[in-house]
């Protein structure tokens, strides 16, 4: 099961033109926010926003439309989102809280709810939307990306960032400049290495680009209660979805790309082992 | 009464005996023996728990009483509490109790200050007279912020060295925190009673803990290449001390209270999965 436990998977696309124009791919985690903060289901989200416009995350906390759609797209670098937890619950005083997050901070996010070390934060925790992630970025690694590689004066000058069709994409005055992926390995956090889980097996709804055509995202509906979200914005026209079976290149891509990362992850983490070093305890 | 505590704050979902045994004899007045005679009673009996205050706010009690809407099911229904100084004015030196009684689990709170004889007395006596010695938030787990005294202050001004209980008695487990967080607590309580010793392991492996701080995170995980950068470490921290830097925990040492949580939080140092997977259905 290398797409972990979901209960439904979708193509799917926001339907607001809004979202689209600043959306990674289909706006999926953008129109679930602007859904669930219209109905009350939370009162603000923690998300990975870039303030600065320099592509360097920001923890932030969003408590309406206009500040979801100005924290929209991929960050391709470390955001500790979760800090921003407490800044949500705290100093905002949400009740009802969503966060966007990758795998990573999802078995965080899930830990404190199983032991809840930080009084009174999870419990307020009403949807976890997960991100597909093979690996993440330093800062560093991104200017060696635009500079020494695709030759950009600065990342800065970057206006779209992306990873997809085999490369790592920046976009500078309208031109897409492609970068093979593998020349992207070597550059990513050493923590990512040993992380098993590429499709947010965590989540309660997890979503990403892969398996379903350019402006289109793929969904996997996991909890009940992620489930049955989807579904209302669904049903409330803000989220439009065709079969997987539809669409090209479909899931079994998702699936490879799922279990490769188990399986080159996994063989790190026995190399990891073999020299002694430490790997998380797991109960 | 389980299902109401279970069901507030997501328990394990099967009933099991109790593990905490209870013992046969009752100590208000009998002459206090050594080791004692561990029967296992009904599995009605309620488990004896001690609460023993040392050198800390009382900050890891008032976290216990936060949770209103159980407490009364739990010191009337699940537990006896038989030794306190907060709780209940039952305490050696105290009102009533002379001795201390036989307890199934004794929490402590706080640190202990070596220069403190009665300190010192008391909990070695609780280390013989215990099942299961729990250290009950920071200040117990690893000095926390008592780490820094430096005595000369009133009303002692010769107590000024104040260290973790395991640096004197074995701890049987730790639960981390300034304070503890209550859903904590109670979902600590609630496996104790219920016996699920799964749930405590983590507390038990950390148990011999008495170094936290936030150094932990950098030496433990983001030198050993685990680090990610999803933040949980500075969710957890009560002083704000870890801030980020380059996608990495950065702890604020003038900040810091080495309070342990950053790391008892960090999903790279432990992750339990299993508990995980049981509470979400993934």
Redesign the interface.
Known sequence: MPL??YKEALSARATDSKILEVSQDGGIVSALLCYALDEGIIEGAVVAGTPDEDWRPV?TVVTSSDEVIAAAGTKY??????????EATRQYGLEKVGVVA?P??L?????????????????KIKLMIGIYCME?F???SLDTFATAKLGFDSLTDATKMDIGKGKFWLTKDGEDSGLAIKETHGYE???????MDYVA??ADISTGSVGSPDGWSTVLT???DGNSIFKAAVSAGLIETKPMDEVKPGLGLLEKLAQGKKDKNGAERER?AKLG??????? | MFEKLKKAFGGSKEEVAPKVEEKVEAAAEAPVETAPAEEPKAASSKPRIGYIHLSGCTGDAMSLTENYDILSTVLTDMVDIVYGQTLVDKWIHGTYAEEMPEMDLCLIEGSVCLQDEHSLHEIQEAREKSQFICAFGSCAMTGCFTTFARGGQQAQPKHESFVPVSSLVKVDLALPGCPVAPEMIANAVVALCEGNLEYLQPAMDIAACNAGCGCDVLTNIIRNGLCTGCGTCALACPTRAMGFSEGRPSCDRDRCIKCGSCYAMCPRAWLPIKRIKEETGL
Do not use: H, W
């Open positions: 972990g436990t923890p670098s470390m955001s500790p989102t979760l800090s921003a937890l407490k990758t990573c901070q078995q965080g996010l899930r830990k404190a709810q199983a032991y809840p070390f930080t009084r009174f934060v999870v419990n993440n330093p800062m560093a956090q050493a923590g990512c290495n040993i992380c097996e965590l996991r909890t009940d990891r070093l430490p790997l998380p305890v797991e109960y």
